[in-house]
RNA sequence: GGCGCGAUGGCCGAGCGGUUAGGCAGAGGUCUGCAAAACCUCGUACACCGGUUCAACUCCGGUUCGCGCCUCCA
């Protein structure tokens, strides 16, 4: 498959290091409040990548790490008045409810930053080795990236490119260059009992470092992809990558990848304006997982999304179409495997090379959709029948078992509703409607639809 | 200032030098007791100005507007 590389800024043919194996490392969150749409955007991203390689035959090892020790996890477990562990534990649960909520499907390996700092120091003390890092008098210890020549290759910047800027903190003036950055952080007052001991002080691991300890650990000196943000270019990643070659003389990663942000109804997501959303919050306006799944991977990774609540009623529509379709075919489909339709084979080749194209989800949809309308001829065609609907039945898991779109909420109909639609199906028999739309009704404002079928009364739970 | 991205029909959102993207919403129709679902038909979409070309939404140049990154935000 093809895949754009932001390191070469162009599109490569994905070819993993190791024959039918993917090692794949993928930015996680920093556990010190519920990660919001935008965080999810990127996870879904990720699981779809992840899923289109198992989908074409690799096998895949994801790593994920937990970041539960830096500046903000340690100001919110001071605030909260509970040790560090505590407070990020609390983080950690509702992040994977989350990913549960959207299917996302687990990693390998989710390690978390605190129980590997043996890990980082044995890092940070190959780059002082090497000559790579310097330490400061207050114990910290930097990155020299005059040290490294290609420092800058993924970001595409050049040292001149990287002066002083506004933010950096005034208290880095340790530093013989101010984008040298911060392998280790030395011990301060606001950190508390957060330190561990290492060969030059006392303190805690920058966060870059901790991604390059971590995916080396799991996955080698040298693997297949690493994704995250468009904002973790620069500098997280290309910080990464000069740790990583300093420390091991190897390429760290072959293919990088980076998903677009999202903005909200048109506007950045900021808390001054109002819509900036966690997963909880679009949750509890009575949103499914299934339907912001849906919405954040319709749109191509690589462009910026606008996601609005329109969108999200689009997209219970069209999964309602899904789910009819899929039902349809259910209902149809009988002991004999059959032979795939004509129709249903072009869908999942069209399916699949949209897939190849850099993963081109909103082509791969179009592909699905039409199959959906040409099935659904062919079965009225066919006066309901549909040869091949095993065969059929079958493709349609396999295309979600990329989509990780699942089947709809099959609620059970209760006593009373069984018993509203005896009531309802009598008065048909006599051809009371009247009587019918009376029960139709009782049922809508229960929360049923019925729909009356060749097969007789149907009923799906709305909303 | 440096690097980079975008502007598509009411909304979302692909794509390609010439042939229907797709979804949602809307209009008409078929079917149905009526609905619903499904199917059929319907929108003279590609920011603006030039240029290249037999042909440009698609390539090139410029303009306007918007956006991202430039030290720890997916």
């Known amino acids: 498959m093809q895949i ?9 043919e994905f070819a993993p290091l190791e024959a039918g194996r993917v090692r794949f490392y993928t930015c996680g969150p920093t556990v010190y409040d519920y990660a919001h749409i935008g965080n999810y955007r990127a996870y879904v991203f990720e699981d779809v990548l992840r899923r289109t390689l198992k989908h074409f035959g690799w096998a895949v090892t994801q790593v994920m790490n937990l970041t539960d020790v830096d500046d903000k996890t340690i100001r919110g477990a001071k605030a909260a008045g509970v040790p560090l562990s505590e407070y990020t534990r609390r983080y950690k649960h509702a992040f994977f409810a989350d990913l549960k909520t959207l299917n996302v499907e687990p990693a390998e390996h989710y390690p978390e930053a605190t129980a590997h700092v043996p890990e980082m120091i044995a890092l940070v ?48 003036y340790e530093k013989d260059n101010a984008a040298d950055f911060a392998l280790w952080k030395a011990w301060s007052p606001e950190d508390g009992d957060v330190a561990w001991d290492a060969p030059w002080g006392r303190g805690r691991p ?33 910080d990464e990558i000069a740790q990583s070659e300093a420390a091991t003389g190897k390429p760290f990663v072959k293919y990088w990848m980076h998903c677009a942000h999202l903005i909200v109804e048109g506007q950045k997501m900021s808390k001054s304006l109002g819509n900036f959303h966690t997963l909880r919050d679009v949750l509890e306006r009575g949103y499914s997982g299934r339907e912001i799944r849906y919405v954040l991977l319709a749109a191509h990774y690589r462009q910026p999304l606008n996601f609005t609540f329109a969108a999200l009623d689009a997209a219970r529509a069209a999964l309602g179409r899904l789910d009819e379709f899929r039902q349809r075919v259910e209902g149809a489909a009988g002991p004999a495997p059959g032979v795939l339709p004509e129709w249903a084979a072009a869908c999942r080749a069209r399916f699949d090379g949209a897939l190849r194209q850099d993963l081109n989800m909103p082509e791969a949809l179009a592909a699905l959709f039409d199959m959906v309308r040409a099935g659904h001829r062919a079965m009225d065609a066919a006066g309901g029948a549909c040869p091949g609907a095993e065969a059929l039945r079958e493709l349609l898991g396999c295309l979600d ?24 199906r009598a008065a048909r028999e006599r051809k009371d409607w009247a009587e019918a739309d009376r029960v139709r009704a009782r049922l809508a404002a229960a929360g049923w639809e019925v729909r009356d079928t060749a097969d007789g009364q149907k009923v799906t739970r709305r909303g």
Request: hydrophobic share 35%; aromatic share 10%; glycine share 12%.
């Open 4 to 12: 754009y590389n932001t390191l070469s800024r162009r599109m490569e």
């Open 125 to 172: 003390s190959a780059l002082l080795e090497r000559g790579y890092a310097y330490r400061s008098d207050d114990g910290s210890v930097y990155f020299r990236i005059a040290a490294f020549p290609e420092y800058g290759k993924l970001a595409h910047l050049d040292r001149e490119g990287l002066r002083p800027g506004a933010r950096v903190a005034q208290d880095e």
């Open 206 to 238: 920058g966060w870059h470092v901790e991604c390059s300890a971590m995916s080396m650990k799991y996955l080698g000196e040298s693997f297949d992809l690493h994704t995250g943000g468009v904002d973790n270019i620069f500098p997280h990643h290309e």
């Open 401 to 424: 078992g990329v989509l990780g779109l699942g089947a709809g909420a099959r609620a059970d109909a209760d006593a009373e509703v069984e018993g509203l639609l005896a009531r309802r």
